[in-house]
């Protein structure tokens, strides 16, 4: 058996790593600013990528490190 990774982000690809995700989120949120001028188009796309980032810098971190724990405190 192989020994867990230690962090979630040595698994992903280089566009899904931390840095990417955030950059991503900032332009799309520059962008919609930028091109639109409308706080009433750019509030929503703000806050989707703000729940996106929740999700992937946050949560799904989260929830791997304890699952690699849980499956560490099982092991003999």
Known sequence: M???????WT????????????????????VSWFLLQRWW??????LVVLLWWLLFLVLVPASYRAQQQERQSLEP
């Open 41 to 46: 188009i750019t509030g929503p796309v703000a």
């Open 2 to 8: 192989t020994a867990p990774a230690e962090s979630i």
């Open 11 to 30: 698994l992903k690809p280089w566009w899904c790593q931390p840095w990417s995700i955030v950059l991503t989120g900032a332009g799309v949120i520059a």
